[in-house]
Each structure stands twice: as structure tokens, then as C-alpha cells.
């Protein structure tokens, strides 16, 4: 035990004080802010560039009231000319393209002949939008001609707002499914990603030490099993303080915001507001980057956060001890693509399970049987935990988890004190599968 401690501190002490975790520790969550703030900008300032769109309307059924100018698009009226004309002008000109309405027997034979010229492929909302434009006005041509009255339609048209709760008396809200939606996405694919990062680092030094010999002296006095455990918990244990630290400035980051958008942050001094609180602070909400921060604010946010941190030391447990038996049985980093690649499937997969199953039923039989799976879970439980989860399912869930490890590293013990020493061979499936029952 006392030589396990010892490289446990010795793996911790090397990885904390690399200058590439430190620099990474402070610069990531300001980086990650940083690029939404960047692709927020970017979005905004793409929406405020104006197009203009020249317009001929040879079916004379539009109007300028028709094409009224929005925040991106500028309209201009070519009706008059022929349409050659009309564009060979948008041609030679800075307009970004010319809509052409001709003239048919039918509403629907003008439907299917409009045309967009454009000198560039144009741009996807735009086209959405100008088609969106194009059906409200020919729907109602097409509902005067059939004699329909469309002020009295329009007047029977009710909108409905279905309000969410649950039997027990929860309330909730569809922003605030969304928000859920955004968060289990966001955690399940942080964990992805650290897993293989923090793993492939035990992978990476088990190879390291192995190439330059410096294995064959420290084993001359620990276990191999201790050897790699060790560093298995040095790097976790690395890797649980790298994000204790970012979770401390994002709190710091978080108070700022809240006195930036103007809320007062001694109000959620209790992390589960009702909702009812909520609705009185939409209130008063003067920006959606409020009516947002409000919403978050109503997660068991830190139940998130220790679910996170849980997740990740299983997965973590579990993944790195097969790194680790890859590291031993290779001489080189290019060697470990073909065991790599089986290993990071399970992983993607609970993230394509999240995109598909739980997002869409976070308490279907789908997204609990891939919680349960070790292999998976510490991915797809994760995306469920905002949606709420019974206590009994997180807990079968790490129990199997658990288990899995505790067998995972029993066999990659095998594999590591064999491989370990072998040196100029690339080994096979066979041949790893043979020093498992050694």
C-alpha cells in the first residue's frame, strides 16, 4: 500500500505540474466562453449584414406590401422591366440575387416555377424565408379564389400554450426542457471527451516509460498491478483537481455574468427555485440572456455537478485500465490505433444514443437499458440526470459500473505484467486474449 501511495503521488505531482495542465487548468473555460461569445458575435453580425433581393413579379398577385423589409433583407422592385433586363442589372450590380415570379395559368404552376439567381449559392435561411414568404401570399390567392373569407380564418386561428407539470405538482416549462436538453448534451460529451483525454494520458506515459526502459527499473520494486494503478489514480486524482478549479471560476465567471445582466445573486442563495418564482422574475427580465440565467437557476445544479464528477471517476476507472493495458502491450503510439479505435466506440455511441433516444425520451427504454450499461452509462445517465432520474436507477447504475471496473482491471492487470516487457512485437488479438488466462 505504502508504494502505491508513493506513485500515486509521483504520476500527481508530474502531471499537475506540467506546464500544459496548468496553462490548460486556467485558459479552457475561458477559451469555451470565449468561443461562444466569438460564434454569438459572429451570428449576430451575420444576421445584420442587409442583402438586397431584386424582385420581378410578372403573376402581378404580390405587392410591396408583400416583401416588406426585415432585419437582413432589403427589398427592390424590378416588376417593371423585362425580365432579361431585370437580370442582367442584379448581374452587374452588388445585389445578392434576383427572385423571378412568372406568369402561369395556375397557382400552383407558379409555385413550382420561382426562381432565385444568385452569382454565389445563396444562403439557406434566406431561401427558407423567401419560400415562407411566397406560400403565406399564394394560400391566399388560392383561399379568394375558393371563396374562403380570410379574415374570418385568421380570426378562428387560436393559438395554444400547453402548461407542463407533473402529478406530484412540479411544475415546469418547455425553455426550461430545452435548457435540460442543452446541459445533458453538453455534460455527456465533456465526459466523452475527458475520458478518452485523461485515459489516453495513462496510455501515453505507460508507453513512455516503457520505450526508454525506465519500466523494467521500477518494477524491480512495485507490482505491475500497483504500477498501474498507480498511475491510474495519480492521473484521476489530476484530473478531479483540473476540474474543481474549474468549477471555481466558473462560479466566479457566473457571479460576475449575474451582476453584468443585472440580477441580484443573494435571491438564489436556494439553488431548486420554484417556478412560480421564475415567472415572477420574467417579469422583470430585461434580456434573454436573463429569462436564461433564470431558467438555469432552477436546475439541481449541483447535483449535476457531483453526478459529473461521479460519472467521470467511473468511467475514468473503467476506460484508463484498459488504456493501460493497450500502453503495456505496444512499443509506440501508432501501434495503439488498432486497439484504440474498439475501445472509443462504446463511448461515441452514448453520445449518438443521447442525440437520438434521450433528448427525444429521457425515460424510455432505451435511455435507461444504455444508462445501465457500464460502457455507456457515464455518458447517457449523465444526459438524463437534468431531467431527473430515480435514485435506485443512479445506483444500480454505479453498482454495475463498479463491477465492471473491478473486473476490467483484473484483466488488464494480466495483460499489463506481460506486456509490459515485451519489446519488437506487435501483438494480435490472439496474442493479448493468451495473456489474459496466464
Same mark, same amino acid.
Given at each position: 500500500?505504502?508504494?502505491?501511495?508513493?506513485?500515486?503521488?509521483?504520476?500527481?505531482?508530474?502531471?499537475?505540474?506540467?506546464?500544459?495542465?496548468?496553462?490548460?487548468?486556467?485558459?479552457?473555460?475561458?477559451?469555451?466562453?470565449?468561443?461562444?461569445?466569438?460564434?454569438?458575435?459572429?451570428?449576430?453580425?451575420?444576421?445584420?449584414?442587409?442583402?438586397?433581393?431584386?424582385?420581378?413579379?410578372?403573376?402581378?398577385?404580390?405587392?410591396?406590401?408583400?416583401?416588406?423589409?426585415?432585419?437582413?433583407?432589403?427589398?427592390?422592385?424590378?416588376?417593371?422591366?423585362?425580365?432579361?433586363?431585370?437580370?442582367?442589372?442584379?448581374?452587374?450590380?452588388?445585389?445578392?440575387?434576383?427572385?423571378?415570379?412568372?406568369?402561369?395559368?395556375?397557382?400552383?404552376?407558379?409555385?413550382?416555377?420561382?426562381?432565385?439567381?444568385?452569382?454565389?449559392?445563396? &444562403? *439557406?435561411?434566406?431561401?427558407?424565408?423567401?419560400?415562407?414568404?411566397?406560400?403565406?401570399?399564394?394560400?391566399?390567392?388560392?383561399?379568394?379564389?375558393?371563396?374562403?373569407?380570410?379574415?374570418?380564418? &385568421?380570426?378562428?386561428?387560436?393559438?395554444? %400554450?400547453?402548461?407542463?407539470?407533473?402529478?406530484?405538482?412540479?411544475?415546469?416549462?418547455?425553455?426550461?426542457?430545452?435548457?435540460?436538453?442543452?446541459?445533458?448534451?453538453?455534460?455527456?460529451?465533456?465526459?466523452?471527451?475527458?475520458?478518452?483525454?485523461?485515459?489516453?494520458? +495513462?496510455?501515453?506515459?505507460v508507453i513512455e516509460e516503457k520505450t526508454s526502459r525506465i519500466i523494467e527499473v521500477?518494477?524491480?520494486? $512495485?507490482?505491475?498491478?500497483?504500477?498501474?494503478?498507480?498511475?491510474?489514480?495519480?492521473?484521476?486524482?489530476?484530473?478531479?483537481?483540473?476540474?474543481?478549479?474549474?468549477?471555481?471560476?466558473?462560479?466566479?465567471?457566473? $457571479?460576475?455574468?449575474?451582476?453584468?445582466?443585472?440580477?441580484?445573486?443573494?435571491?438564489?442563495? &436556494?439553488?431548486?427555485? =420554484? $417556478?412560480?418564482?421564475?415567472?415572477?422574475?420574467?417579469?422583470?427580465?430585461?434580456?434573454?440572456?436573463?429569462?436564461?440565467?433564470?431558467?438555469?437557476?432552477?436546475?439541481?445544479?449541483?447535483?449535476?455537478?457531483?453526478?459529473?464528477?461521479?460519472?467521470? /471517476?467511473?468511467?475514468?476507472?473503467?476506460? =484508463? =485500465?484498459?488504456?493501460?493495458?493497450?500502453?503495456?502491450?505496444?512499443? &509506440?503510439?501508432?501501434?495503439?490505433?488498432?486497439?484504440?479505435?474498439?475501445? !472509443?466506440?462504446?463511448? !461515441?455511441?452514448?453520445?449518438?444514443?443521447?442525440?437520438?433516444?434521450?433528448?427525444?425520451?429521457?425515460?424510455?427504454? +432505451?435511455?435507461?437499458?444504455?444508462?445501465?450499461?457500464?460502457? /455507456? =452509462?457515464?455518458?447517457?445517465?449523465?444526459?438524463?440526470?437534468?431531467?431527473?432520474?430515480?435514485?435506485?436507477?443512479?445506483?444500480? %447504475?454505479?453498482?454495475?459500473?463498479?463491477?465492471?471496473?473491478? *473486473?476490467?482491471?483484473?484483466?488488464?492487470?494480466?495483460?499489463?505484467?506481460?506486456?509490459?516487457? !515485451?519489446?519488437?512485437?506487435?501483438?494480435?488479438?490472439?496474442?493479448?486474449?493468451?495473456? !489474459?488466462?496466464?
Amino acid at each position: 500500500m505504502h508504494k502505491l501511495k508513493l506513485i500515486i503521488k509521483r504520476e500527481f505531482i508530474a502531471k499537475v505540474r506540467n506546464k500544459t495542465f496548468l496553462v490548460m487548468t486556467i485558459l479552457t473555460p475561458l477559451i469555451i466562453i470565449g468561443m461562444g461569445a466569438l460564434i454569438g458575435y459572429l451570428t449576430k453580425l451575420n444576421q445584420e449584414d442587409i442583402k438586397v433581393v431584386a424582385y420581378l413579379d410578372e403573376s402581378h398577385l404580390f405587392t410591396e406590401t408583400d416583401f416588406k423589409d426585415s432585419g437582413s433583407i432589403h427589398y427592390i422592385d424590378f416588376s417593371q422591366d423585362d425580365f432579361e433586363v431585370a437580370k442582367s442589372k442584379v448581374d452587374i450590380s452588388d445585389y445578392y440575387g434576383l427572385l423571378y415570379i412568372p406568369k402561369k395559368d395556375s397557382i400552383s404552376e407558379i409555385a413550382k416555377n420561382i426562381q432565385f439567381y444568385s452569382k454565389k449559392s445563396p &444562403n *439557406i435561411i434566406l431561401v427558407t424565408n423567401l419560400e415562407q414568404l411566397i406560400e403565406k401570399r399564394l394560400q391566399e390567392v388560392r383561399m379568394e379564389q375558393l371563396g374562403i373569407n380570410i379574415e374570418r380564418l &385568421n380570426s378562428s386561428k387560436v393559438t395554444a %400554450s400547453i402548461q407542463l407539470s407533473t402529478f406530484a405538482g412540479k411544475k415546469s416549462s418547455k425553455l426550461i426542457n430545452s435548457i435540460k436538453s442543452g446541459i445533458g448534451l453538453t455534460a455527456g460529451y465533456m465526459i466523452m471527451i475527458f475520458i478518452i483525454i485523461y485515459g489516453a494520458m +495513462v496510455m501515453r506515459s505507460v508507453i513512455e516509460e516503457k520505450t526508454s526502459r525506465i519500466i523494467e527499473v521500477i518494477i524491480s520494486s $512495485v507490482k505491475p498491478f500497483e504500477l498501474m494503478m498507480g498511475k491510474i489514480i495519480g492521473t484521476a486524482l489530476a484530473g478531479l483537481l483540473q476540474f474543481a478549479i474549474w468549477g471555481v471560476l466558473l462560479i466566479v465567471i457566473g $457571479v460576475m455574468a449575474s451582476s453584468i445582466l443585472g440580477i441580484e445573486t443573494t435571491s438564489f442563495e &436556494n439553488v431548486n427555485i =420554484s $417556478v412560480e418564482q421564475v415567472e415572477g422574475m420574467k417579469e422583470v427580465a430585461q434580456s434573454d440572456a436573463q429569462l436564461i440565467l433564470l431558467e438555469i437557476l432552477k436546475l439541481p445544479l449541483v447535483t449535476i455537478f457531483l453526478a459529473f464528477i461521479v460519472y467521470f /471517476t467511473g468511467g475514468y476507472l473503467l476506460y =484508463s =485500465s484498459i488504456y493501460a493495458a493497450i500502453g503495456s502491450a505496444v512499443d &509506440n503510439e501508432t501501434d495503439t490505433q488498432q486497439f484504440v479505435i474498439p475501445v !472509443m466506440i462504446p463511448l !461515441m455511441l452514448g453520445v449518438y444514443v443521447g442525440f437520438a433516444s434521450v433528448i427525444g425520451d429521457p425515460h424510455g427504454s +432505451v435511455s435507461i437499458v444504455f444508462s445501465m450499461i457500464p460502457l /455507456t =452509462s457515464p455518458v447517457v445517465m449523465l444526459m438524463r440526470i437534468p431531467f431527473g432520474v430515480p435514485w435506485w436507477e443512479i445506483v444500480i %447504475s454505479l453498482v454495475l459500473l463498479l463491477a465492471t471496473f473491478l *473486473i476490467t482491471v483484473w484483466f488488464a492487470a494480466k495483460i499489463y505484467r506481460i506486456g509490459i516487457l !515485451m519489446y519488437g512485437k506487435k501483438p494480435t488479438y490472439k496474442e493479448i486474449f493468451k495473456w !489474459m488466462k496466464y
